[in-house]
């Protein structure tokens, strides 16, 4: 079967999906062609390079499946469990607390200057990555320091990688706060939730084919070569603001709506954010997402593939096609959350995110009970659905919504910082509680993690989280921007 063959079904999604959007009731704010033509010209570059920039981030994972058969300097694999856990939960702290350095910078430099800062900075890590992989399989120079030390050397590229990750998001929300009216970021979530998904294809799915037809070094080396030619396009194309293009600048209707006074400082308008009860309420949400989220992206695969001999979900369609589905997933849950947001709901995105939770933790229930049945990837697919709508909705568009045009950079930072320290958190406690594994004399995964009765902590860990993030969005229902008032 082709590549074009097997990403038929994706194409034929995202064409639907178009076509619906275009489809809907459109909100009138304003805009000409023109206008329109010129805006999908700066998001569309901006937002492709924001997926790939996934595809530099989750190829560890798919990393992990090579380099968990191949021993390190003590005869143990090179990323067991526990070491994946701690370079996931080290990357992931360093891309949370990212956002009190990057978030300034952004709402200072724009977010033209963050996306060509982030892109450049993950091509070179991943290039690194890439280098010290062909080493490993090789046994090139530095091999003995790279077996002896792997988890210190990963754990060390992979945060300097996920610092630069972190440009990414701030980037493309800031850039976007002003080109869309508060209106239209509904639909512009389903955007967001849509690139999200594709970047999550580009990661599971195309990195398991480069691992599969090109070798490891290449799952690293791909997303570098990828990013290069992007941050070029990005150069061209990628705008700041509409007038930056030849157009004119609008009222978007934002928190920032009608604020004339001069730029505050970094630490003021931290400070004023963190007294804001909506921004922080969203961000303890969205550091709930942001453990379910990878919760279920990192370790399902790790779970059909260590516990294959009893399960056989291994070979299952949901496995063999997990990227594929996770990114049809998100894009129908993207696209849900944000046409609900603004045709039913008034552009609220409390009400779409309440509803979002309640599925996830009527499936994270339903999973502690069935985590060893045949259907339960299905059930992954649908989680899925529910929390990439939710983070689209919320760090993609209640961060415009609520932060404004004029300090999006700092509250979107905030938001997507509290995301992945949910994350590390997730990361971390999963390290302590999953079972741990070994290599057996034909180097083949053994020991308590191929037996399906220890993994229960696995879904049990996803309960009260999901349960914290459906009281938190019911707080949040009826909130929406108010611009400062003359």
């Keep these: 079967m082709t590549l074009l063959t097997k990403m038929l079904p994706i194409l034929i999604l995202l064409f639907v999906v178009t076509v619906v959007i275009m489809r809907l009731p459109k909100i009138d704010v304003g805009h000409d062609d023109r206008f329109r033509r010129r805006r999908v010209w700066n998001w569309l570059p901006l937002g492709l390079t924001y997926a790939l920039l996934y595809m530099g981030r989750y190829n560890l994972k798919v990393s992990k499946y090579a380099f968990e058969e191949m021993a390190g300097a003590d005869g143990a694999s090179l990323m ?51 280098l010290a992989s062909l080493s490993l399989m090789n046994q090139g120079v530095g091999y003995e320091f790279l077996a002896r030390n792997f988890v210190v050397v990963f754990s060390v590229l992979y945060a300097a990688n996920m610092y630069f990750q972190s440009f990414g998001a701030v980037a493309i929300v800031k850039v976007n706060a002003s080109w869309f009216h508060v209106r239209e970021r509904g639909v ?28 490891l070094a290449w799952v690293f080396l791909m997303p570098a070569l990828l990013l290069g030619i992007f941050l070029l396009i990005d150069i061209a194309l990628v705008r700041n603001e509409p007038k930056d293009a030849g157009l004119e600048n609008f009222n978007t209707a934002d928190a920032s709506s009608g604020d004339t006074s001069p730029r505050l400082g970094a ?31 990192q370790w399902y695969g790790t779970f059909a593939k260590q516990t294959d001999a009893l399960l056989g979900l291994r070979s299952s369609f949901v496995n063999e096609n997990w990227g594929l589905l996770l990114c049809c997933a998100g894009i129908l849950g993207g696209v849900m959350a944000g046409t609900i947001s603004d045709h039913v709901f008034q552009s609220r995105r ?21 985590y060893q049945q045949p259907y339960v990837g299905w059930l992954m697919v649908i989680m899925s659905m529910a929390v990439i709508g939710v983070h689209g909705m919320l760090s993609g568009t209640a961060s415009m919504d609520f932060g404004g045009s004029k300090n999006v950079g700092i509250a979107v930072g905030i938001i997507d910082g509290f995301v992945y320290l949910g994350t590390a958190v997730m990361s971390f406690t999963y390290a302590l509680v999953l079972p741990g594994e070994q290599l057996d004399a034909a180097g083949h995964i053994a020991g308590p993690a191929t037996d399906p009765a220890n993994w229960w902590p696995w879904p049990a860990a996803m309960i009260p989280m999901a349960a914290i993030g459906l009281i938190l969005a019911t707080r949040v229902w009826n909130a929406k921007p108010q611009g400062k008032k003359a």
Excluded: H
Aim: glycine fraction near 16%; proline fraction near 2%; hydrophobic fraction near 60%.
């Design 267 to 297: 630490i003021t308008v931290f400070k004023m954010m963190m007294r804001n009860p909506i921004i922080l309420t969203i961000a303890v949400i969205e550091f709930c997402s942001g453990f379910l989220r990878q919760a279920i992206m």
């Design 188 to 215: 512009f979530g389903a955007i967001f939730g849509i690139l999200i998904s594709l970047g999550i294809y580009f990661a599971f799915d195309l990195g398991a084919k480069i691992l599969e037809g090109m070798g």
């Design 80 to 130: 067991a469990n526990a070491d994946f856990g701690v370079i996931f939960g080290v990357g992931t702290i360093v891309y949370g607390i990212s956002f009190l350095i990057n978030g300034p910078l952004t709402d200072r430099f724009g977010g033209r200057f963050s996306i060509l800062v982030g892109a450049g900075g993950a091509l070179l890590m991943n290039l690194l990555m890439g």
């Design 350 to 370: 409390g009400p779409v995110a309440a509803v979002l939770y309640g599925l996830m933790l009527l499936g994270a229930i339903v999973l502690t009970f069935t």
